[in-house]
């Protein structure tokens, strides 16, 4: 079955910069699609494709990929931008990340 | 711009039939492209994509969950349903319902979740 693998946790002071990575076979053919997950609330498509935003989503967050790992980028985080962020996937089946914590400290 | 709200009890007994109602709004549901999803999250822990369901209705179901899942839509209605047999406390979790779309080209392909309902908590206990 197809996975993807996330750090459990990641800590970043503020107005620094993090990369929060995911790992699986199936992204050398798909692209991830990342997600900012809130307490409490649902989750929001932050990057998807090879480095699109939606609109409204803030500049300091990009994507990449290479290889097996696609990793997304948050340059100057802010207090607002801790949460917990999930990659997606897809080959035979959707699969999620098991998702990061992200610590703006 | 389309939104989606989830709808349905909150509290099932064992053994039973969970059922939940995702309705769209802003956008029909007839839209050529979009993959009509349900995807939950148990407490505490990551999310899980549970199958999806074409306008047309075909169907594609998370292996692991497909011989207890059904997924149907009604177009007139502009919703899709999300029906899971023979409930334990183990299916206890946050219910997303969310619009995918994507695509390939000749080298790779990308798709995504957006967007979602605010979810719904469905609590499985006698």
């Known amino acids: 079955s197809s996975e993807l693998t996330q750090d459990p946790a990641v800590s970043v002071a503020l107005g620094q910069t993090v990369r929060i990575t995911c790992q699986g076979d199936?992204?050398?053919?798909?692209?991830a699609s990342w997600y900012q997950q809130k307490p409490g609330q649902a989750p929001v498509l932050v990057i998807y494709?090879?480095?699109n935003r939606p609109s409204g989503i803030p500049d300091r967050f990009s994507g990449s990929s290479s290889g097996n790992t696609a990793s997304l980028t948050i340059t100057g985080a802010q207090a607002e931008d801790e949460a917990d962020y999930y990659c997606?996937?897809?080959?035979?089946?959707?699969?999620f990340g098991g998702g990061t914590k992200l610590t703006v400290l | 711009q389309v939104q989606l709200q989830e709808s349905g009890p909150g509290l099932v007994k064992p053994s039973q039939t969970l059922s939940l109602t995702c309705t769209v709004s802003?956008?029909?549901?007839?839209?050529?492209?979009?993959?009509w999803s349900w995807i939950r999250q148990h407490p505490g822990k990551g999310l899980e994509w549970i199958g999806y369901?074409?306008?047309?209705?075909?169907?594609y179901y998370n292996p692991s969950l497909k011989s207890r899942v059904t997924i149907s839509v009604d177009t007139s209605k502009n919703q899709f349903s999300l029906k899971l047999s023979s409930v334990t406390a183990a299916d206890t979790a946050v219910y997303y319902c969310?619009?995918?779309?994507?695509?390939?080209?000749?080298?790779?392909?990308?798709?995504?979740?957006?967007?979602w309902g605010q979810g719904t908590l469905v609590t499985v206990s006698s």
């Open positions: 199936s992204l050398r053919s798909y692209y």
């Open positions: 369901i074409y306008y047309s209705g075909s169907t």
């Open positions: 802003g956008g029909s549901i007839s839209s050529g492209g979009y993959y």
């Open positions: 997606n996937s897809r080959d035979s089946s959707v699969v």
């Open positions: 969310a619009r995918e779309w994507g695509y390939c080209s000749s080298t790779s392909c990308l798709g995504w979740f957006d967007p």
């Open positions: 494709g090879k480095n």
